[in-house]
């Protein structure tokens, strides 16, 4: 069975903190990984992880791929309060199925 | 540019009850679309998905179904409606072969009750 795992479930850190998010999987024929932002509504996109071992990096956010211990992480450095939210890790296959985990939510205090 | 939509926004229905909810896409042909399910605070669960018209995966055996009748029209329905059917429905259009990113509709509130 297809399946994504996210930890920690929940998190609150200080404004400034860095957290790292943490996500590992296992499907079969697994095609890329997907990192989303949800705040109230609907998720948007963060980054696509097709390649172990290159960041993606965008602003104080960057992930990384490793594709032989199936896993990725996100990273947040200086966290604000606008990050807080749920952040959802999501695998694709090669026959177009996205699986979703569980999500981390980050809540960030001043 | 592409666009999708979800209705209704909220939608209160007693427990029993038949449902439907739809989500159409425009701007695009032939895309991959996703039905999930969220409960409060927590990931998304796949319900559903469409490479095709007519061509559903269904990925949770329950009491709901989806249709597709049109390239750009994706439908999620039960006929009697349980109190464990409550939640967050999100439908997601993506490009297929590969998926780069899926874009999510506005999402409909249900609460059966």
């Known amino acids: 069975e297809d399946k994504v795992v996210q930890s920690p479930l929940s998190l609150v850190v200080h404004e400034g903190d860095t957290v790292t998010l943490n996500c590992s999987y296992e499907?079969?024929?697994?095609?890329?990984l997907l990192w989303y932002k949800q705040e109230k509504k609907a998720p948007t996109f963060l980054f696509m992880l097709t390649s172990s071992g290159i960041e993606k990096k965008s602003g104080r956010l960057s992930s990384i791929l490793d594709k032989k211990e199936l896993f990725s992480i996100l990273n947040i450095t200086a966290t604000q309060t606008g990050d807080s939210a749920i952040y959802l890790c999501a695998v694709t296959t090669s026959y177009d199925k996205v699986i979703f985990g569980p999500g981390t939510s980050l809540s960030v205090i001043p | 540019s592409q666009t999708i939509h979800q209705w209704p926004a909220t939608l209160v229905q007693p427990v029993g009850s038949p449902l439907s909810l739809e989500c159409t896409v425009e701007g695009t042909s032939n895309p991959n679309l996703y039905w999930y399910r969220q409960a409060a605070g927590r990931g998304l669960q796949l319900l559903f998905y469409s490479v095709g018209i007519g061509q559903i995966s269904s990925e949770v055996p329950q009491n709901l179904s989806a249709s597709r009748p049109q390239d750009r029209q994706f439908i999620l329905s039960s006929k009697k409606l349980l109190l464990s059917d409550s939640g967050f429905y999100l439908c997601?259009?993506?490009?297929?072969?590969?998926?780069?990113?899926?874009?999510f509709g506005p999402g409909t509130r249900l609460t059966v009750l």
């Open positions: 997601a259009w993506a490009r297929g072969a590969p998926i780069n990113e899926q874009f």
């Open positions: 499907v079969t024929n697994f095609r890329s």
